[in-house]
């Protein structure tokens, strides 16, 4: 009998002993103690099975400011401990610096324009900030959107915008970088010069691209001069003697002879009349 009662007494031990180990050699995932509240997880205790034990929020059994530096952010189960600051040093519950935020701490924020306000250039959805819409030539386009009435163009932050990429060119225009610009048959951008002078790509009424001539702006081919759009060769249009540039030609130089120039059927066509004129005059004038 007493032999028995030894034996049980022993086992006992044992079993004791096995479970105190546990407690010593199991803590949980943070460290944490057995039965402890963590200093690294603030509101969380170490509990449930001495072999595998869990690190559960409790504040009620681990209130928050059993660690400096953290305060308790909510009530009951749902309650946590949290930073009594924000990385930017608004203290939790408050507006942060960057609208529209509220510290919650640490790194954590949450979104409030009510409490909060926005940043200039947007306004209040909710407790969200959002940019207002866009407005293109009387048709309203909603932030992050492409305009149904421009080619190419998004609303982004409240400007109407170039964005090509993802508002694709269609009809007679052509992606170029991030806009979506009419080109004319040789590939000329609109209001560019064409490579083959005196063309300028123009647009019709249509929206269509077409080459027209442009000598003032795009200039002439080699060896001919501008008469008013058009080009026309040198020789045809120039000056007689020193004078101003003829139907739109350049005058020729102070040493260069008319011949030079091949303006002689000009000057012998001109000449006789410029003589009659002139003895007309003079007829006129002895009458008197």
Not at 150 to 179: H, Q, R
Request: glycine residues 14%; hydrophobic residues 30%.
């Amino acid at each position: 009998m007493r032999m028995g009662i030894f034996i049980l007494a022993i086992a006992a031990i044992v079993i004791l002993s096995g479970m105190l180990s546990a407690i010593v050699t199991n803590p949980c995932i943070d460290g944490t103690a057995y039965g402890a509240c963590s200093t690294k997880n603030p509101g969380n205790w170490c509990h449930g099975s001495v072999s595998a034990p869990t690190l559960d929020t409790l504040v009620t059994q681990c209130p928050c400011n059993k660690v400096p530096g953290y305060v308790q952010q909510g009530e009951g189960d749902s309650a946590a401990c949290v930073l009594a600051t924000c990385d930017d040093g608004t203290s939790a519950g408050n507006c942060a610096k960057t609208k529209p935020k509220v510290c919650i701490g640490g790194a954590n924020y949450y979104d409030n324009a009510t409490k909060c306000g926005c940043p200039s250039g947007t306004v209040a959805s909710g407790l969200f900030c959002t940019y207002p819409p866009c407005n293109d030539g009387g048709t309203t386009v909603q932030n992050g959107v492409c305009s149904s009435k421009t080619i190419g163009k998004k609303c982004v932050n409240g400007n109407l915008v170039d964005k090509a990429s993802e508002c694709p060119c269609t009809g007679t225009t052509t992606k170029v970088g991030e806009a979506c610009v009419v080109v004319c048959n040789d590939g000329t951008q609109m209001g560019e010069c064409s490579a083959k002078k005196p063309k300028e790509c123009t647009l019709t009424v249509s929206g269509t691209g077409y080459l027209k001539d442009n000598a003032g702006k795009c200039g002439c081919p080699e060896g001919q001069v501008a008469s008013g759009s058009l080009c026309a060769d040198a020789g045809i249009l120039g000056g007689i003697g020193t004078g101003a540039d003829v139907l739109g030609g350049n005058a020729p130089a102070a040493n260069q002879s008319s011949e030079g120039t091949g303006s002689s059927a000009l000057s012998c066509c001109c000449l006789p009349a410029a003589l009659i004129g002139i003895a007309g005059g003079f007829v006129f004038s002895r009458k008197r």
